[in-house]
């Protein structure tokens, strides 16, 4: 990729005022959630791999086409609301994140779980972080589409 992926989004970040974001350093990108019931995102970009944070969630990426494509489609899908984190906790100490997709149905699904070890008993807490940044009427142009599979 000729332009730098943090470039890239900021270029179109920009078209987007209602988004706030911040760049510490040439590598690293925070994009801020909505307030109080949203997650931030932040983006390591590294010669080898990069990784992208929704809170405590995180995933690898592998420098390839194929993975900065499915990377940018994760942001894209974050900053619509398409994706949300249901935290699990317990007396208020969260230890478990299950990332949820919704598809077109507007059903969602739990996708992937990222998680501490716990010896918490009882019922948990359950919370959900969405963001709701940009509406899905933001840009009917928009270059992703959203999951088709009904895994409920």
């Known amino acids: 990729m000729d332009q730098n992926i943090i470039d890239l989004i900021i270029d179109e970040l920009t078209k987007h005022p209602e ?7 040439a590598d690293e990108l925070k994009i801020f959630g909505t307030p109080s019931h949203g997650f931030d995102i932040t983006l390591y970009i590294g010669i080898r791999e990069n990784m992208l944070l929704f809170d405590q969630f995180h995933w690898h990426y592998d ?7 499915e990377m940018l489609n994760e942001i894209n899908y974050a900053l619509f609301g398409y994706i949300r984190i249901k935290e699990f906790s317990y007396n208020k100490q969260p230890y478990k994140w299950v ?22 008993g009882g019922k948990p807490d359950i919370r959900y972080f969405q963001n709701m ?14 999951p088709s599979e009904d895994k409920s």
């Open 19 to 25: 988004i706030s974001f911040r760049r510490p350093n």
């Open 133 to 146: 940044i940009l509406t899905k009427d933001t840009n009917k142009s928009n270059s992703y589409s959203l």
């Open 99 to 120: 990332l949820q997709v919704q598809d077109q149905k507007g059903n969602w699904y739990d996708d992937q779980t990222t998680g501490k070890i716990s010896k918490f």
């Open 63 to 69: 420098n390839t086409e194929e993975e900065i494509d």
